[in-house]
């Protein structure tokens, strides 16, 4: 099987438009599966702050203490999720919610208690859950929940999340869903990006705001493993006439002999 892993920031999901979910269909035409890990950072600081809760960042990590914990799953699970399901049910795909703490889907484990709290990366991803949707002919939808030997939920970075479940999968690719098409380099839109051309605009400053933090997670997932990541838009047709539309990060240019 052929599969696409697919990050949607929670940023970005009342702004996919149908020629989004278009490209989804061309490449299911092409034999594609698809599965979606989605964010929900807004969601989840809008809630914190009817709470009076106030939201906590250690490198760029949301610091989850047991109360944030339990909104973010709340808000994850109860509101992006079923935003997201119903967005693709909406276009005739059929799509089924999954808690990454469901039938162990993303076991993980904490990065730092002390610092972060509640946070957790991923060491082992279930692939029999994705295999049984994907068997049934659903699109899993998955929740940045991991979930620890002994049973502690824990928040996981959707990005890292998507990562590792494109490097568990084997997956061709893997998309970063953003509201702009994908990274700009002197006003024009590149269409590939090496981890040292990445580093070196950075520097520059041509990379900045917030397209750092996505170039920076797309860089940690080819480090993992993933053969490919690109930054494309949730806007507007990414995928058309058999080709991307977008920012292709990878790691290195491959050696030919």
């Given at each position: 099987?052929?599969?696409?892993?697919?990050?949607?920031?929670?940023?970005?999901?009342?702004?996919?438009?149908?020629?989004?979910?278009?490209?989804?269909?061309?490449l299911?035409?092409?034999?594609?599966?698809?599965?979606?890990?989605h964010?929900g950072g807004?969601?989840?600081?809008?809630?914190?702050?009817?709470?009076?809760?106030?939201?906590?960042?250690?490198?760029?990590?949301?610091?989850?203490?047991?109360?944030?914990?339990?909104?973010?799953?709340?808000?994850?699970?109860?509101?992006t999720?079923?935003?997201?399901?119903?967005?693709?049910?909406?276009?005739?795909?059929?799509?089924?919610?999954?808690?990454?703490?469901?039938?162990?889907?993303?076991?993980?484990?904490?990065?730092?208690?002390?610092?972060?709290?509640?946070?957790?990366?991923?060491?082992?991803?279930?692939?029999?859950?994705?295999?049984?949707?994907?068997?049934?002919s659903?699109?899993?939808?998955?929740?940045?929940?991991?979930?620890?030997?002994?049973?502690?939920?824990l928040?996981?970075?959707?990005?890292?999340?998507?990562?590792e479940?494109?490097?568990?999968?084997?997956?061709?690719?893997?998309?970063?869903?953003t509201?702009?098409?994908?990274?700009f380099?002197?006003?024009?839109?590149?269409?590939?990006?090496?981890?040292?051309?990445?580093?070196?605009?950075?520097?520059?400053?041509?990379?900045?705001?917030?397209?750092?933090?996505?170039?920076?997670?797309?860089?940690?997932?080819?480090?993992?493993?993933?053969?490919?990541?690109?930054?494309?838009?949730?806007?507007?047709?990414?995928?058309?006439?058999?080709?991307?539309?977008?920012?292709?990060?990878?790691?290195?240019?491959?050696?030919?002999?």
């Open positions: 099987m052929r599969y696409i892993v697919i990050k949607c920031g929670g940023s970005v999901l009342d702004e996919l438009t149908s020629s989004f979910f278009t490209s989804l269909s061309k299911e035409d092409l034999g594609y599966k698809l599965v979606f890990v964010g807004p969601d989840i600081n809008e809630m914190l702050e009817l709470m009076n809760v106030k939201p906590q960042f250690v490198h760029g990590l949301r610091r989850t203490d047991e109360q944030t914990l339990k909104i973010a799953e709340m808000i994850l699970s109860g509101q999720n079923r935003k997201l399901v119903s967005k693709l049910q909406q276009h005739q795909f059929s799509a089924i919610g999954i808690n990454g703490s469901d039938g162990k889907c993303l076991q993980a484990d904490y990065i730092n208690r002390e610092e972060l709290g509640h946070v957790g990366e991923i060491i082992k991803v279930n692939t029999q859950i994705f295999h049984l949707a994907m068997n049934g659903y699109i899993p939808v998955v929740t940045p929940i991991g979930i620890t030997e002994d049973g502690q939920k928040n996981i970075n959707a990005d890292y999340a998507a990562a479940v494109a490097k568990a999968l084997h997956a061709e690719q893997c998309l970063f869903v509201n702009v098409d994908g990274v380099i002197e006003g024009s839109l590149a269409s590939r990006l090496s981890k040292e051309e990445v580093n070196t605009y950075i520097a520059k400053g041509e990379i900045s705001g917030g397209m750092i933090p996505k170039v920076q997670s797309a860089l940690n997932a080819v480090e993992k493993g993933v053969e490919s990541v690109m930054i494309v838009s949730g806007k507007k047709a990414f995928f058309e006439n058999g080709k991307w539309n977008g920012t292709r990060i990878f790691q290195k240019e491959p050696i030919t002999i």
